[in-house]
T-cell receptor, first 114, second 112 residues
Framework: NAGVTQTPKFQVLKTGQSMTLQCAQD?????MYWYRQDPGMGLRLIYY???????DKGEVPNGYNVSRLNKREFSLRLESAAPSQTSVYFC?????????????FGSGTRLTVV | LAKTTQPISMDSYEGQEVNITCSHN???????ITWYQQFPSQGPRFIIQ???TKVTNEVASLFIPADRKSSTLSLPRVSLSDTAVYYC?????????????FGTGTLLAVQP
């Protein structure tokens, strides 16, 4: 099925550990996004990539890095995890007239930093 | 960036029509209005999008007045499964260089 695939679905890290969240889309969309969502709050944009080879900061980029590996894949890296980064992370892609350029979201990665 | 304002929460009963209004006073001429639905532990899902007047699909209707400074998502005859958070966004179509900001959304609670 076409869509956005995120891995892993769950992860527990110790403070100071690093990890990379993977995201891939198969809809040939140009733009991809990483959001985080904390309990009872809306989504906050971390980084986005308007097209292959470009990335830009969102609202809350500190503590994160991203890589747009190719048109399909957009990864989010935590170099030194902190408890404040405990959150649910959503990847999204956007593009295509068939849905009026609306977002398609992945199912999320639930990250806990202890 | 166009900022949106929505009620934090709404309550309804099964079978009722629910209208959720979003204000976006700074909407730009070329901005579209899009609504998303989010269930717990899932990513948001596209519901409907419009530019002006009225748009209807199999899920909802979207009403946009002439000045486009607000929009209303209408859900006909809600069921328990419509309990979710609903987000309103305004943005340019096509291009992805603008940063799209989600607000806190409206939590709709449907009771039996």
């Amino acid at each position: 099925n076409a869509g956005v695939t995120q891995t892993p679905k769950f992860q527990v890290l110790k403070t100071g550990q690093s990890m990379t969240l993977q995201c891939a889309q198969d809809m040939n969309h140009n733009s991809m996004y990483w959001y985080r969502q904390d309990p009872g709050m809306g989504l906050r944009l971390i980084y986005y990539s308007a097209s292959e080879g470009t990335t830009d900061k969102g609202e809350v980029p500190n503590g994160y890095n991203v890589s747009r590996l190719n048109k399909r894949e957009f990864s989010l890296r935590l170099e030194s995890a902190a408890p404040s980064q405990t959150s649910v992370y959503f990847c999204a892609s956007r593009g295509g007239r068939e849905r009026n350029y609306g977002y398609t979201f992945g199912s999320g990665t639930r990250l806990t930093v202890v | 960036l166009a900022k949106t304002t929505q009620p934090i929460s709404m309550d309804s009963y099964e079978g009722q029509e629910v209208n959720i209004t979003c204000s976006h006073n700074n909407i730009a001429t070329n901005d579209y209005i899009t609504w998303y639905q989010q269930f717990p532990s899932q990513g948001p899902r596209f519901i409907i999008q419009g530019y002006k007047t009225k748009v209807t699909n199999e899920v909802a209707s979207l009403f946009i007045p002439a000045d486009r400074k607000s929009s209303t998502l209408s859900l006909p005859r809600v069921s328990l499964s419509d309990t979710a958070v609903y987000y309103c966004l305004v943005h340019l179509p096509g291009g992805a260089t603008n940063k799209l900001i989600f607000g806190t959304g409206t939590l709709l609670a449907v009771q039996p």
